[in-house]
């Protein structure tokens, strides 16, 4: 049996051979996504006063594109509900884009529209039975919609040396225990929480691993466009007969609030994208009207929307590079990121004088730094990781991103962003590193 034949007849039946769900049991006990609840908190301790530096929810805080901002004013009438899986035009645009930034030739009916890529997420895991393996540290949201829906979670260890990123033979070792279990396989890069990606010879190994095992690959591509230096590659050139791509336009076009996300099969899955639709069909039944035909010039892309990517990339590039410098100068173990906007520090150099302190989870470890400096992040055990590791999640985008584009204007493109540009233009940003850090070299 060839691979695309596995991929589709055995995969299949995966979706048919669902188990009940008692939903109620599977919830109870959760809590709300943690990134939503540290932005919710945040905004109280401000209304009641507090300075806080929002390092909690990693939203883009980049205005959307003008054009793309025109095409929804433009699109505002439109009212009727369009095809479940989405726009038609949009879809082909979506296949464009696709071929335009992955050199990968898919056509709209590969192509599947939802309301943000996390709803579209949890439709996969409904749709395909099989175990959702994922990296630890991995988004919030991973692994408690797998739990929701009853499926198993298989965790795949990473280590600091290695950029937190999946090695191959860690997915092999969990493979060849059990080489016909079917399994959905999540990477995402540029990655949260840690903003590191894979270089190529790296993916194409964890294909290999992929296409050995029969495994279905969803890659989390949604922070792809702010790589830092434009240098994202897609799995889906190593192992196109089985990965779908997620993408959307929270993240590289400012737009989380508007909800669209959209995922690209191969033909072997064309049987899983189907299904998705049955399941949209019957909850959300289809995507925002106007937000959808908006989308349309937002994946068309051009010069302009080239231009404002390559300014962001800027911008998240010298923040990133300053953080890393002063939290390191602190003794704050971490890795300048290759794109998103997110770092993952190890207070793990500090650990005694920590503990001399009862700081002893990675939990209290943000609850001090919250209550003592006001600055909002998020603990590694949100992430997958033991609590007893000392890590956190900062999403440095506490600023004014609309100030900031206008200020870089100025600027020649080769221009290096100084200390002194960003504390002008990212105060929030520069100061709260700068409390943090003061306060880890003040622990006693």
Aim: hydrophobic letters at 40%.
């Amino acid at each position: 049996m060839t691979i695309n034949e596995n991929l589709n007849t055995n995969s299949e039946c995966n979706c048919r051979q669902a188990p009940d769900i008692n939903l109620n049991l599977n919830v109870r006990g959760l809590s709300p996504s943690a990134t939503l609840a540290i932005n919710e908190r945040s905004a109280e301790l401000i209304i009641k006063g507090h300075e806080i530096f929002k390092f909690g929810l990693g939203q883009s805080p980049f205005p959307v594109p003008d054009q793309v901002v025109q095409a929804l004013k433009d699109n505002a009438h439109q009212k009727d509900y369009l095809p479940v899986k989405g726009l038609l035009a949009l879809r082909e645009t979506v296949a464009d884009y696709h071929l335009r930034k992955d050199n990968i030739r898919r056509h709209a009916h590969n192509v599947l529209i939802g309301p943000g890529s996390k709803e579209l997420m949890f439709l996969i895991q409904i749709t395909y039975y099989g175990d959702l393996v994922i990296p630890t540290p991995s988004w919030v949201s991973y692994a408690p919609q797998a739990e929701i829906i009853g499926r198993q979670v298989r965790w795949l260890p990473t280590h600091s040396e290695n950029n937190w990123l999946v090695m191959p033979q860690e997915i092999e070792a969990l493979c060849r225990t059990d080489p016909q279990r079917p399994r959905l396989l999540i990477i995402n890069y540029p990655n949260n929480p840690t903003g590191h990606s894979y270089e190529p010879e790296h993916l194409k190994l964890i294909a290999d691993v992929a296409r050995k095992y029969h495994m279905v690959v969803l890659s989390d591509e949604i922070y792809g466009e702010i790589h830092h230096d434009g240098q994202h590659l897609s799995i889906s050139q190593f192992y196109p007969e089985g990965t779908i791509i997620s993408t959307g336009l929270s993240k590289w076009c400012g737009a989380g609030g508007w909800r669209l996300g959209t995922f690209i099969f191969p033909d072997s899955l064309q049987w899983l994208l189907d299904a998705m639709a049955v399941v949209a069909s019957e909850t959300y039944t289809a995507t925002c009207a106007p937000i959808q035909f908006a989308a349309v010039r937002a994946f068309q892309g051009g010069p302009e929307i080239e231009h404002y990517l390559t300014q962001c990339r800027r911008i998240l590039k010298a923040l990133a590079a300053f953080c890393v410098k002063e939290l390191s100068a602190a003794n704050i173990k971490v890795k300048t990121p290759a794109g998103a906007f997110y770092l993952f520090p190890s207070f793990s150099p500090l650990r005694e004088q920590l503990e001399n302190r009862g700081i002893f989870s990675n939990k209290r470890l943000v609850e001090a730094i919250l209550d003592e400096t006001g600055v909002a992040a998020l603990p590694g055990v949100d992430f997958g990781r033991p609590e007893h590791k000392l890590t956190m999640r900062l999403a440095y985008v506490d600023f004014d991103g609309a100030k900031v584009l206008n200020a870089i204007e100025k600027l020649p493109l080769d221009a290096t962003l100084s200390d002194d540009f960003l504390m002008q233009n990212c105060p929030k940003v520069v100061t709260g590193i700068n409390r943090l850090c003061d306060w880890a070299k003040n622990l006693s």
